[in-house]
């Protein structure tokens, strides 16, 4: 690693140090950004765009349901398949790319922190095992706690401190970073193949969705959680779900933030953005949930927008991959997690000649270009349900240049003009607002950036991203979805990982995980609950459930105090 | 005249077989996979009672094991542990999809005075 | 004596955890808990004593450097070598395993490649929709076991698992469900059905097609026997899978190893899918090893393929029947092969042996068998699980750790790759010069 | 019209072991305009290292051509360890005497491709145009898909003078596959469009088809359990056939496929 770097001559965009495309030089030593070196290698980044490593706030990219995808797809990963250099491991996949594929290919578009939203608590093992195996990015994982029956009894008897104390053991033994919820009730409800709306009971648990999301929302708060509750709702990709969406962050109005952060972050909200009764009238409802955003303060969301193209959608919320499954007659996989969770994945083909892919494809960026704050709003495509995360860069493009966007629309079905706002929307966004989609905001929401992630302020991690275009070429959408895909450099920890979009050094990354501080006469109330559940339920015994050490070779521990 | 009755092949795990799996080039092993059950019907076709030896011929290959009584086992069908002497005489031919009949070969059974190989010797003939 | 408990047993695809273990003088004495398989693996059997090399003819013992060496020396060399085995050892030695196939080229395959491979290429088919065993234990009122007999392969899993066990919406066990057994035999399993399908040798594809008519509605086509079963019976068997809440099949070699392999696999998954029209219904093959699933999870992260993959083109290939060992071996294609945790010798087809034994081959176990009258060079290691600790993966795919029991003198699996590795690159550094 | 004649030397495939050799880069249209000397250089795959062609082929080059389609490839020697014979090609044609190896004209787009003797498997894999005879048996999975696609051949021409193994044209979408011997199990699975002729018998023929038609001129062993009987009905040959729908596996809605077997 070089100890010294000096970045000079860069138009730098800092979005959480308020730096907007300033020409600025960058110092990192010893892999921290610093005030001033002595004697750096200096990279001339020569006035092009200079932002901190990408930080993404929602993507499958490890664990059992990802391997699964990949698994069932060897025609997804003959797709991707590419030899072994001096520097990189054997790569294979497009939208299931394999963990080294994954690695190179966020760095390469500058990124350095992914977040894997979905780890089933007993398989929270495989996770970190594949995480391990994923090169250069920095890491975290939240693991699902939603259907859990632990919960939905503490729910149902309003023990919010037990269940807090039941969340804080569960983030601790899944080495876990925050509390994620995915069609709460519903995925149970999937275990007798049926589903849950947001009021509707969960079979033989006689608890709503609604009550699990609030009371999850609160037992969050208990303590100094970095992130919120991670929140994918239900009657997610149903025509008309926008309604549920708008009830489900309702929920939560009024339970109050430790810090200055949301208490929900609504995820993937594309898919939970649908108007109209049934695929006949599906029309685009982005206008209203984003109306929503901007006249609220304590919801947080990411678009997951859709890419054009073959992918392959999984996700805990089984019932919805069985519905995707019935429309496409693929193949589908279901692995239902005893007490917990559950996962469905199956293939699909977003096709711009399909009127519903077409409106679902508007979506995405009406969200982002609808609500006024970007600090409200990451960009992600829920990779890989909307479309493989090396899409991002299409969208940056699509999203800074209306033009591009016209020019897509003409090629695409005409249900975009009439049940769709996307032709109607001049905003265009500006580099700044893209280091802040791309970045800060994630950072900020997930807490990462007082750890060092997302900004470039003295302190910070040496991550930076140069890119291969200058301010001045804004307007030219080509280049710009190049320049994002294959990053000038990428600096990971003051270290060169990406030179001229090829990557030339892959290191280790790290792995971030919480500790939540609980009471301990708390905890061992909840523990005889717990040990007993296991005795007697889960397969396998309380003692080989908590993931070793041994799986989180580089840890980065936050603590989270309980609040009194 | 050679007296031998068709039956489809099976060859499988049994217990004994599984407890002998670290132990091969055991007596236990020999014991617990070297032999071939018939149906009472068919053993009496071939008049051979059971600890008897018997040579299974297929397209594949011939191989001597014991005979045994299996009262599971319909009439037609005959069953080896998995190991060394079943593989003998299965299919290594995979027919594009990477895994060999193991199950249901078309196989002769007859009585036979020939001893059943122990494991050094039978391997040894792959060795030539 | 020291007892352990919650003792993850290396044996089978159960993976049961809760084995209780007594230890002394740093020798396994008691094993309380697990099946009669899992406890012969756990007191132990006789061992390798030494790494050795074979010269003319004979095994000599040597160090274990020379052994590694020789090793490097063989894979580094070899145009056409396989990496073969890894179902009963870690996913930690897997993944150097990985590596090393990287390195040189070669073809990295695992076990499933004669046993449960055809169930993943069904599953590349059609998917699987399967779940976790806890949820067969707590949901699972119809159980049918297809082609499988755990009384004799998985000693544990009717009473861990599934038949016998007790689940939250199943108090009374197995007076709350039902078991329907599918076999060409009328194995110990059969005898404790409800219902038993006696199918004939190589029928399955056609009884499960009459299933999915049956169950989609459309008995009118479906003929008064099928593959051996009568209509009534399948009728019978159909709408006992319709009218339970949660059903689940569980598959073994029965169907893998017969005629119509990954087909029948393929037709198992379609009848599960069209009762699933009706009802919660499951699927779940009966995964033999250990870690034979942990490979292929493994196998798949790194490379995106889950066994047979070819690296001699750089990038990885992967396509069983042509990138498998079997295929491999009877097409006389490999020049060498590394035998890792397993045992080819015993229990490969014996034309796919004779070629193995023509080539040089490194065997890398804790016992010796078959593989080892042939191997040419024989690397001794600790048993993972018994001796050394690392990653399992259940038949269902929940990861485990298994433990460190007693201390051993013996080198691990993981850190024989790992020396045979770097003695690789030394070589290739070397050529590069 | 220029003849490229490669001949497998016979010590390359003397070994105890016998490695294939990857020929994808030696069509009519990867080799056009090129001289014997640029063809002798050029590479392939032998295991896990690369070769040049001459120095595993003894390369003769007779005449000049104008287009890729002039040119003719004739391959001699031990092909059965030759993979990839014509794979990809767009036209021009190849002769092979004697058995190939697997993947032959898989991918193929145009041009024609002659085996005097068998092919093995996967012969004719995702073939979206152009002509495959193989004069001897073709191994499995003739003009199938490529592991968890859901198409196979799409278009073309194949004739296999033998027999057929397991699986012929599963996914098949689209073209014409004639089998003048018998068909293993399992021909036409997952068929969805295109059309299978078997002289021979055939075992469980049009599994899970949702889509083209089969005509079976012999004996069908093992008849799917699923399929409907509509009527017997005369084809082109005169002959009568008893004419099914199906495969009712895959549910009414879906079971668009036509089998015809001989009265």
Known sequence: ?564 | MKMGVKVKLISGRTVAQGQNLDNKLSDEYFSAVAFCELNATDMTKIGVSPGENVKVSTKYGEVVVKAKQGAGNPEGVAFIPMGPWANAVVSGDTKGAGMPQYKGIDAEIEKTEEQVLQIRELMRQYMR | MVQITDVVCPLCGCVCDDIVVEVEDNRVTKVRGACAVGKSKLMGHGRIKSPAIRENGALKDCSYDEAIKKAAEILAAARRPLLYGWSSTVCEAAKVGVELAEEIGAVIDNTASVCHGPSVLAIQDVGLPSCTLGEVKNRASLIIYWGSNPTSAHGNHMKRYSYISKGYFLPGGKKDRKLVVVDVRETKTAKMADKFLRVEPGKDYLVFSALRAILYGYEDVVPDEVGGVSKKDLLEVASMMKEVQFGIIFFGMGVTHSRGRHNNIVNAIQTTRAAHTHTKFNIMPMRGHYNVAGFNQVCTWETGFPFAVDLSLGYPWYNPGETSSTDLLIRRECDAALIIASDPGAHFPGESVKHLAKIPVIQIDPFPNPTTEFADVVIPTAISGIESEGSVYRMDNIPLRVRKLVDTEYMSDEEVMKRILEEVRAIKAKEGE | MQQISLKLKEEVMKGVARIPIVVDSLTPDKLFGKSESEIKAEKVWWGNRQENTGDLFEVGVDGEAGSASEVKIVLEGDLSRVKYIGAGMTAGEIEANGDVDMHCGAMMRGGKITVHGNADCWAGREMHGGELIIEGDAGANLCAMYRGEITGMTGGKVVVEGDAGECVGQYMAGGEILIKGNADILAGLNMKGGRITIEGNAVMPGADMTGGEIIVKGKVEDMMPSFRFVEVTTLDDGAQYRKYSGDLAMTEKRAKGVLYVKA
């Not at chain 1, 594929?101 to 608590?121: H, L, S, W």
């Not at chain 1, 029956?149 to 804080?168: F, H, R």
């Not at chain 1, 927008?305 to 019932?319: F, K």
């Not at chain 1, 030339?504 to 939540?516: H, M, S, W």
């Open chain 1, 1 to 564: 690693m070089v100890e010294e770097l000096l970045i000079r001559n860069g138009v730098v965009y800092d979005p959480i140090n308020g730096v907007k495309g300033e020409k600025k030089d960058i110092c990192i030593r010893d892999g921290k950004i610093v005030e001033e070196v002595k004697n750096p290698k200096v990279i001339d980044a020569e006035g092009r765009v200079v932002m901190p490593g990408g930080v993404d706030i929602h993507a499958h990219i490890a664990g059992g349901k990802v391997n699964s995808g990949r698994l069932f797809r060897p025609e997804d990963g003959r797709k991707g398949a590419e030899p072994k250099t001096k520097v990189c491991r054997v790569q294979s996949g497009y939208s299931v790319p394999n963990t080294f594929a994954t690695g190179y290919r966020y760095a390469r578009m500058g990124y350095t922190f992914v977040m894997e939203p979905a780890m089933p608590p007993l398989a929270a093992r495989h996770t970190h095992e594949e995480l391990i195996d994923i090169p250069i990015l920095d890491n975290a994982a939240l693991p699902l706690i939603d259907n859990n029956w632990m919960t939905m009894e503490y729910v149902k008897s309003g023990d919010i401190d037990l269940l807090a104390a039941y969340i804080a053991w569960m983030i601790k033994a899944t080495k876990g970073y925050g509390v994620k919820i995915v069609n709460p009730g519903g995925t149970e409800a999937w275990a007798w193949a049926k589903n849950c709306d947001l009021n509707d009971a969960v079979p033989y648990f006689d608890v709503t969705p609604a009550e699990i999301v609030k009371s999850l929302a609160e037992a969050n708060e208990k303590f100094e959680m970095p992130h919120s509750i991670h929140v994918h709702g239900n009657m997610l990709g149903h025509p008309g779900n926008y309604v549920v969406t708008m009830k489900t962050f309702d929920l939560v109005k009024g339970i109050r933030a430790y810090r200055d952060r949301p208490v929900l972050h609504g995820t993937h909200v594309q898919f939970h953005s649908y108007g109209g009764t049934r695929w006949g009238d599906f029309e685009s409802q982005a206008k209203a949930i984003a109306d929503y955003i901007n006249s609220n303060e304590h919801v947080s969301i990411d678009i997951g927008s859709i890419i054009l193209g073959d992918t392959t959608t999984m996700t805990a919320d089984g019932p919805m991959e069985y519905s995707l499954y019935q429309i496409t007659g693929r193949k589908w996989t279901n692995h239902d997690v005893e007490l917990e969770t559950g996962t469905g994945i199956t293939p699909f083909l977003y096709s711009g000649k399909v009127s519903v892919h077409t409106i679902q494809w508007a979506i995405g960026q009406e969200l982002a270009l609808l609500i006024k704050d970007p600090w409200k709003v990451a960009l992600t495509t829920d990779h890989p349900n909307a479309g493989p995360f090396i899409g991002y860069p299409i969208l940056i493009s699509m999203l800074m240049n209306k033009r591009r966007r016209d020019e897509s629309a003409e090629e695409m079905h005409s249900a975009i003009f009439d049940r769709a706002e996307l032709p109607s929307i001049d905003r265009e966004y500006d580099f700044y607002e893209i280091a802040i989609i791309t970045r800060a905001m994630a950072a900020k929401t997930l807490g990462l950036a007082e750890h060092g992630k997302g900004h470039l302020g003295v302190g910070a991690d040496g991550d930076v991203a140069i890119y291969d275009i200058t301010p001045e070429e804004r307007d030219d959408a080509g280049k710009i979805q190049k320049a994002f895909l294959n990053a000038k450099y990428t600096i990971k920890g003051g270290e060169i990982v990406v030179k001229d979009g090829e990557v030339v050094a892959a290191p280790q990354g790290r792995t971030f995980f919480v500790t939540p501080e609980c009471d301990e006469k708390l905890m061992d109330e909840m523990l005889t609950k717990l040990k007993d559940t296991f005795e007697h339920y889960y397969s396998v015994s309380f003692a080989n459930y908590p993931v070793q050490d041994a799986y989180v070779p580089n840890p980065y521990e936050i603590r989270a105090p309980w609040r009194s």
